[in-house]
């Protein structure tokens, strides 16, 4: 229960702080800084998503990983304009795993 907590308050907080609209300047040389800016916003999610596959391979498996992993991912997808694609199949995977758990207490 922990992962899907976790999972669901790093997702809001990647969907706050990421910006509406992303532009690009490609009329003036960019630094080292401004690429890493541009990545610094899917840092986090990918040290939650390591951190949920280091605990899941060294516990037995249980049903909120599959929710928390997708959760992780949406906010992945979020967190990076090019994959923008992606967030509608994440976000039904997610809806998905939540739907068969729910299936499972009930």
Same mark, same amino acid.
């Given at each position: 229960?922990?992962?899907?907590?976790?999972?669901?308050?790093?997702?809001?907080?990647?969907?706050?702080?990421?910006?509406? #609209?992303?532009?690009?300047?490609?009329?003036?040389?960019?630094? !080292?800084?401004? #690429?890493?800016? #541009?990545?610094?916003?899917?840092? +986090?999610?990918?040290?939650? +998503?390591?951190?949920?596959? !280091?605990?899941?391979?060294?516990?037995?498996?249980?049903?909120?990983?599959?929710?928390?992993?997708?959760?992780?991912?949406?906010?992945?997808?979020?967190?990076?304009?090019?994959?923008? #694609?992606?967030?509608?199949? +994440?976000?039904?995977?997610?809806?998905?795993?939540?739907? !068969?758990?729910?299936? +499972?207490?009930?």
């Amino acid at each position: 229960m922990l992962w899907f907590i976790a999972a669901f308050a790093i997702a809001t907080v990647m969907f706050f702080i990421t910006p509406e #609209k992303v532009t690009s300047n490609s009329d003036c040389q960019s630094s !080292i800084v401004d #690429k890493l800016s #541009k990545y610094s916003l899917v840092i +986090l999610p990918l040290l939650v +998503l390591s951190w949920l596959i !280091i605990a899941i391979v060294s516990a037995p498996v249980m049903h909120f990983a599959g929710t928390a992993i997708g959760f992780v991912l949406t906010s992945c997808a979020i967190a990076l304009p090019s994959t923008h #694609k992606y967030l509608a199949p +994440l976000a039904t995977l997610t809806f998905a795993s939540l739907l !068969i758990e729910l299936a +499972l207490y009930l």
